[in-house]
């Protein structure tokens, strides 16, 4: 992993989404790096990490992270929120509080959970990367920006950002693909000890809005807020409203321990 900090204060670690680096959260570290330490995290094979070959194993990466950023609040987006809600899950100690941003327990839609993609939408993304990777990629991109009320905005800010670090290594994207189709952790959601924040927005089309205030139902003192005209990536095309509801969170929760 990589890691890079900014500013001061209470210790905030963010989690990129499929395929991303810390780098796309530029917009909320430009609104909350003079009262958070914000601390931006490259997933294996991302980003300055992309030549690591560790595996994306959501127990195991938690662990490494609360070991390098103990006593933070962490914050996921899209699957990131797997690995952040996994270090919550197993490190309540090291956890101060966790907030979810387009990321649900489960991607996948079925019979008791309509709030998700068609069963085989991330295996196709895995065939198509196979067949056609840069082109794979930026579908991708345009599908997280579909739907916001400035689409167009956040497709431009997710080109220039996506690989101004370099291109994800395609062994970990279908890691990461796999644990897209796979993971659900909504059983585990009424074992969560630390206070939740649930973000969404309410144009995503790829974790429908339903799925975060079902998600936050689950989870005792989860709280979802939903953003009306903000799409998957909502820091991006709501960054004020995104970053004025972590800075309230963050603030609601004890002070951290001063060691």
């Excluded at 938690?62 to 006593?71: F, I, T």
């Excluded at 139902?217 to 004025?244: T, Y």
Aim: a negative charge; aromatic letters at 6%; zero cysteines.
């Amino acid at each position: 992993m990589h890691i890079e900090t900014h500013g001061r204060g209470p210790a905030l670690a963010l989690i990129h989404g499929w395929a991303m680096h810390g780098g796309l959260f530029a917009p909320l570290v430009e609104r909350l790096s003079d009262r958070h330490t914000l601390h931006l995290v490259d997933l294996p094979g991302h980003g300055h990490a992309r030549d690591s070959a560790t595996p994306l194993d959501p127990a195991a990466l938690a662990r490494a992270l609360v070991e390098a950023v103990p006593d933070a609040v962490w914050l996921g987006w899209s699957l990131g929120g797997q690995f952040a809600l996994r270090a919550a899950l197993d490190h309540p100690d090291a956890v101060r509080g966790l907030v979810m941003v387009a990321a649900s327990p489960r991607f996948v839609a079925g019979e008791d959970w309509p709030h998700g993609v068609g069963p085989n939408l991330f295996r196709d993304f895995g065939d198509a990367l196979r067949r056609d990777f840069r082109g794979t990629l930026e579908g991708f991109l345009a599908l997280e920006a579909l739907g916001s009320a400035s689409a167009q905005e956040e497709l431009r800010a997710l080109r220039a950002r996506a690989f101004e670090r370099g291109e994800p290594a395609e062994r970990a994207l279908q890691e990461g693909l796999v644990l897209l189709d796979r993971l659900d952790l909504r059983v585990e959601l009424p074992e969560l000890q630390v206070p939740s924040l649930w973000l969404s927005g309410r144009r995503d089309r790829l974790v429908p809005s339903g799925a975060m205030p079902a998600a936050a139902a689950l989870a005792p003192g989860g709280r979802s807020v939903v953003i009306p005209n903000a799409g998957h990536a909502p820091f991006l095309g709501a960054a004020d409203a995104v970053a004025a509801e972590i800075d309230a969170f963050v603030q609601s929760l004890p002070a951290p321990v001063v060691p």
